[in-house]
C-alpha cells in the first residue's frame, strides 16, 4: 500500500531540511551581531570560532561507523534533535567560551544532519528525478528561511535584540520537528544495503576534489562575506537579517530552475558557470568599498550555492548504490579538511588586509574551474572522469575501522 504524502520519504526529507534550516540559519544570521555585540569579538575570535564549528564536520566519517549501531534515518532524527538543543542554549551566556561549546554541540548534530541527509536523498531519489527534487529542497530551505527571518525582522523593528529568546525558539522549533519525525514518519528500510565500512575508490576521485575545493570555498563566503558586512561597513543586525531575507526569496525562485537547468546542460557545464562567476565575485570583493556594491556581490554569491547540486549528481551518476552512504561521510569529512584550518588562518590574514582573504578565494575558484572540466559529458559507473580510460582505476583503498 503506498503511504500518503504526509508519511512519505520525501516528507521527511523535507522535514528534516525545514528543521535544520530553522535552527542553523537563525544561529548562523544573528552570529556575528550576537560575537561583536555581546562577546566583544574580533577577527581573530570569530576564526577561530568557525574553525571549531567545523571540526565536526571533519569528523563527519565517524558517521558510518555510528551506524553500525543506529540506522541512518533515526540517525538523521537524532542528529536533528542535538542541533536544536545546541542552537536553544547559545545565548545563555554571552563570553567565548560558551560560545565555543555550543558551536561545537550545535555543529555536530548540522554535520551528521547534512551527511544523512545527503546520503538518504541519492538513496531514495531517482536519478532522473534527483536535480528537480534536490532543487525543490533547497527552495523549501529558502521558503524557510525567508518566514522565519521574516518574523525575526519584524520583531527587530519594534524592540531591541534578545538574543537569547530567539535562539531559545529556533532551536526549540527544531526540536519539536524532529520529536515529530521521530513518532508520526514511518521508519523506512533502506532499499539498498549499504557498505558499513570507510574506503576511498579512485573512479571517485575526481568527486573528492570537487568537495574539498568546494569546502574550501563556502568557508570564506559563510566565514568573512558577512563578516565583511557588519565590520568594514557598520551593518546592524536589521539589515543582515533583511540581506538574508531578500536571498532566500531569490533562492526560493531560483532552486527549482537551477535544478531544472542542471538536468538540461549537465554538470560540467553548470559548473563552469559557476565558478567563472565566483572569480569574478571574489576579485571584486577584494576591493570593494562601496555598500551598494557589496550587498550586490553577496547576494550573487549566494545564489551560485544553489549550482552545487551538480557535484552531488554527479557523484549519484557514477556511485555505486551500496557506496553513498560511506562515500557521503567521508566526502563531508573531505570537505571539512581546509574549512577546519581556514577560518582561523584568515581570520589572522584578515587583521592584516582583508582583501587577500577574497584573493585567496578567488585563486580556489580558478582551481575549481580547472577541476570542473573533468567531468564527462554523461557521467556514469564507468566514464567517471573525462578522457581518463575507466580500465586505469583499481579498487577500492580500505581505511582502518
Known sequence: MKLPPL????TLLFLLAIGNTIAFATWQVL???????????????????????EVPGFLAFTAILVMLFIRQ??????????????????????????????????????HYLETLHNSLSLQWL??????????QLLSARAMCTLFILSAIYLYLMFFSANYFLIYLLAGGTAVIIGLFCWIFIPHFEDSVVQKKSLFLRRQYSLYY?????????????????????????????????????????LTFWLAPKIGALISYIGERRALTLEYVGLIIIFLSYAFVNNVAAAIVLYLLDHLFF??????????????????????????????????????????????????????????????????????????????????????????????PD
Not at 45 to 52: A, D, F, N
Not at 211 to 224: D, H, K
Not at 354 to 362: D, E, R
Request: positive net charge.
Open 7 to 10: 508519511r512519505s520519504r520525501k
Open 31 to 53: 552570529l556575528n551581531n550576537f560575537s561583536v555585540e555581546n562577546a566583544n569579538f574580533t577577527g581573530e575570535e570569530i576564526g577561530i570560532l568557525q574553525s571549531l564549528r
Open 73 to 110: 534515518q533515526s540517525f538523521a532524527i537524532l542528529s536533528l534533535l542535538t542541533l536544536g538543543i545546541g542552537v536553544a542554549i547559545t545565548a545563555f551566556y554571552p563570553t567565548a567560551l560558551w560560545l565555543y561549546l555550543t558551536t561545537i554541540l550545535m555543529s555536530a548534530g548540522f
Open 126 to 135: 531517482t536519478k532522473d528525478e534527483a536535480p528537480k527534487v534536490l532543487g
Open 209 to 249: 576534489l570537487l568537495t574539498f575545493l568546494a569546502g574550501a570555498r563556502r568557508q570564506i563566503f559563510v566565514v568573512f562575506a558577512g563578516f565583511l558586512m557588519v565590520e568594514k561597513f557598520g551593518f546592524p543586525i536589521e539589515n543582515v537579517v533583511l540581506l538574508t531575507l531578500v536571498n532566500a526569496a
Open 306 to 399: 544553489a549550482m552545487a547540486i551538480a557535484i552531488k549528481t554527479y557523484f549519484q551518476k557514477i556511485a555505486d548504490p551500496a557506496d553513498i552512504a560511506a562515500t557521503s561521510s567521508i566526502s563531508f569529512t573531505i570537505n571539512h579538511i581546509a574549512a577546519v584550518i581556514l577560518p582561523a588562518l584568515l581570520g589572522f590574514l584578515w587583521v592584516i588586509n582583508h582583501s587577500a582573504v577574497f584573493l585567496v578565494g578567488a585563486t580556489i575558484a580558478v582551481g575549481s574551474l580547472v577541476v570542473t572540466q573533468f567531468i564527462p559529458d554523461q557521467p556514469k559507473q564507468g566514464q567517471e572522469i573525462r578522457w581518463l580510460d575507466r580500465r586505469k582505476l583499481t579498487q577500492p583503498s580500505q581505511l
